[in-house]
């Protein structure tokens, strides 16, 4: 699977006196075994750049291809796009409309001429996919869960699609902290199960932590497209730039300012805590050196 983005221009309310170009000659290419992070400020053109990757927007100038062929180029194209690629908003939990959260995770299978026994395999699947347990939430109306199962089950109306990939508009934005890691785990083992992730995100601790490639966006463009890694070793740059670092970043940073050899490749959480573990291992095996 290869969708890819070419020349983007995409301008909103073209030729009236609120014209604004909110993509600027984009190309951008990704396949279901990528994980990007789409960063950047508020305004630089990430979730319109998002909106374009399952053609929720048609772009004002360029193309946007699956596999080689236009997805603009007539309704069928665009509703096998739609199969295949899932777009989940941010705060996707608003999106939730049936009576009950079986009719609402139903919904997609149901428009795509399912059978019920196909319907129902799919729903069963998406639920537990998303860590809900079937027998105890379908028949409930899907506002009487708690916040982060509502978000649970919105997203599982998106993947009772078994799209290849998902397309994520900061998916654990306004969850507490368990929620968060708990959001993101789903995720990642989405993503280890052979579905592609782009999600777009605030978070560079959730970049550090997941992402195989990071795409930094300003002002309709992307500026820098490279792996995480790549990415956070120059954190000064970044921070000169006004873009944040992963919480471990600042603090590797300061540990080398006072003169502790802490690696400039760990970035992660497990890799920051094997860095400081062999650090301290190194100097306790001094001390007694010096005993």
């Known amino acids: 699977m290869l969708l890819k983005l070419e020349n983007v221009t995409y301008v909103y309310q073209k030729g009236s006196p609120y014209e604004s170009t909110a993509l600027h000659d984009v190309s951008f290419s990704v396949t279901e075994k990528d994980f990007v992070a789409l960063i950047g400020h508020t305004g630089s053109g990430k979730s319109t750049l998002a909106q374009h990757l399952n053609g929720l927007l048609k772009p004002t100038e360029g193309s946007v291809t699956l596999d080689g062929n236009d997805i603009h180029s007539g309704k069928t194209a665009l509703r096998d796009v739609r199969k295949r690629i899932g777009l989940v908003f941010q705060y996707p939990e608003h999106q939730l409309f049936e009576e009950t959260v079986y009719k609402d995770v139903a919904f997609g299978p149901k428009n795509a001429g399912l059978s019920q026994a196909e319907t129902d395999e799919r729903v069963t699947w998406a639920l537990r996919q998303t860590g809900l347990d079937p027998a105890a939430v379908s028949g409930l109306s899907p506002f009487e869960l708690s916040g982060g199962n509502m978000r649970r089950a919105a997203?599982?109306?998106?993947?009772?699609?078994?799209?290849?990939?998902?397309?994520?508009?900061?998916?654990?934005?306004?969850?507490?902290?368990?929620?968060?890691?708990?959001?993101?785990?789903?995720?990642?083992?989405?993503?280890?199960?052979?579905?592609?992730?782009?999600?777009?995100?605030?978070?560079?601790?959730?970049?550090?932590?997941?992402?195989?490639?990071?795409?930094?966006?300003?002002?309709?463009?992307?500026?820098?497209?490279?792996?995480?890694?790549?990415?956070?070793?120059?954190?000064?740059?970044?921070?000169?730039?006004?873009?944040?670092?992963?919480?471990?970043?600042?603090?590797?940073?300061?540990?080398?300012?006072?003169?502790?050899?802490?690696?400039?490749?760990?970035?992660?959480?497990?890799?920051?805590?094997?860095?400081?573990?062999?650090?301290?291992?190194?100097h306790k095996g001094a001390e007694v050196n010096a005993e």
């Open 155 to 282: 997203l599982a109306g998106v993947l009772a699609m078994r799209p290849e990939m998902l397309v994520l508009d900061e998916p654990a934005a306004g969850l507490d902290p368990m929620g968060r890691a708990e959001m993101m785990r789903l995720v990642g083992r989405l993503y280890e199960e052979g579905c592609g992730i782009v999600m777009i995100t605030h978070s560079m601790d959730d970049v550090a932590e997941w992402a195989k490639r990071a795409v930094v966006m300003s002002h309709g463009t992307i500026i820098r497209d490279e792996a995480p890694r790549s990415l956070f070793a120059g954190p000064k740059e970044l921070l000169q730039a006004g873009l944040d670092v992963p919480q471990t970043v600042q603090m590797g940073m300061k540990l080398r300012e006072t003169g502790v050899p802490f690696p400039e490749q760990a970035i992660s959480r497990q890799e920051t805590l094997d860095a400081l573990t062999a650090i301290l291992s190194a």
